[in-house]
């Protein structure tokens, strides 16, 4: 099946078997990365701006790195040195580095619906890197690959995200992706930020964390997004800590081969104990590394590539 996408703004858009293609282009991209040279001239000539308006380690660094993978020139934007801060929109900004001959850009904004917005508006790629709590595309993909890679396929598979799943674009693009794969998903938090209107996207809510602990396969970590918050959703982080933090205690009533996942950026002490984050059970450094053969595959099929080809080549 040919890859017809331009841009990547939301996992909700599309198939399984799209993300089953992205998959299967960052299984061979992963394979290249592992040789001696790492770089292929997919994208060569082409250049990529990173359009970030939030703070990012990991995304923004893996969207560089998959591009100069890729042998694109790529351009990082600050938005704190740039003429945003003289009061310049997001539309012209955008129009102006359309102007300058980008081929595509990357977006990471706290505005929900901004990367669909660019992509009405410009004639070049957009890719998602994060629009406030709505989705991080990206993310999930790299997410659920790293699943895959320890569990296989994942229908029917336990699933559980637990934390600040309100506020959060990591467990929007995650329910998702998962649902779309069959996974059986559980998602754990105080009700305040694990509300039960969630079950309408065909996923389990429980308040319940031993129980929900006991069955998983997989825990997925969030961490609070207090950016996000407007007002206070529990009394203190310290006793959300005490009811939800993954501890020693609480990481004994998982099987013991369930794995440990994380977005990053984690908050030790916090949403997970260090020892946990730093656990053999813990793969948060496997997703961080796995972001660039996502990226890689993502930038790829946006400027037009096919598959088919590096399916062929790696
Ligand atoms: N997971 C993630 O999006 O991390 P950054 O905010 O550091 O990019």
Request: net charge positive.
């Amino acid at each position: 099946m040919p890859w017809n996408r331009r841009n990547l703004i939301a996992i909700e858009e599309l198939s399984r078997a799209e993300i089953e293609q992205i998959h299967a282009t960052t299984a061979a991209f992963k394979k290249i990365l592992q040789r001696s040279v790492k770089k292929v001239p997919a994208l060569r000539g082409k250049t990529i701006v990173n359009l970030f308006f939030e703070p990012s380690t990991r995304t923004r660094i893996a969207f560089e790195m998959a591009a100069k993978r890729l042998s694109a020139d790529v351009i990082s934007f600050d938005a704190a040195a740039s003429s945003t801060t003289k009061g310049e929109t997001l539309r012209d900004t955008a129009q102006n580095i359309q102007a300058l001959n980008a081929d595509l850009i990357v977006l990471r904004h706290s505005a929900a619906g901004s990367p669909l917005y660019l992509s009405r508006l410009l004639n070049i790629p957009v890719i998602n890197a994060g629009d406030g709590a709505h989705e991080h595309p990206t993310q999930a993909l790299l997410d659920t690959f790293t699943m895959k890679e320890h569990l296989g396929a994942l229908k029917g598979r336990k699933v559980v995200i637990l934390g600040d799943i309100l506020f959060s674009r990591v467990a929007r693009s995650n329910i998702w992706a998962l649902t779309k794969l069959e996974a059986d998903v559980t998602l754990v938090g105080p009700s305040t930020l694990v509300p039960h209107w969630f079950t309408d996207l065909g996923v389990k809510v429980s308040h319940d964390l031993k129980s929900a602990l006991a069955d998983a396969e997989v825990v997925m970590l969030l961490r609070i997004q207090h950016e996000r918050q407007a007002s206070s959703h529990f009394p203190s982080l310290g006793e959300y800590t005490s009811m939800f933090g993954l501890n020693k205690t609480r990481a004994s009533w998982l099987n013991p081969k369930a794995i440990i996942m994380h977005p990053g950026p984690i908050n030790r002490g916090v949403e997970i104990d260090s020892d946990l984050a730093d656990s053999n059970r813990s793969v948060i450094l496997e997703q961080v590394s796995n972001g660039i053969a996502v990226r890689m595959a993502a930038l790829y099929l946006c400027s037009g590539g096919q598959p088919e080809a590096v399916l062929t080549t790696a």
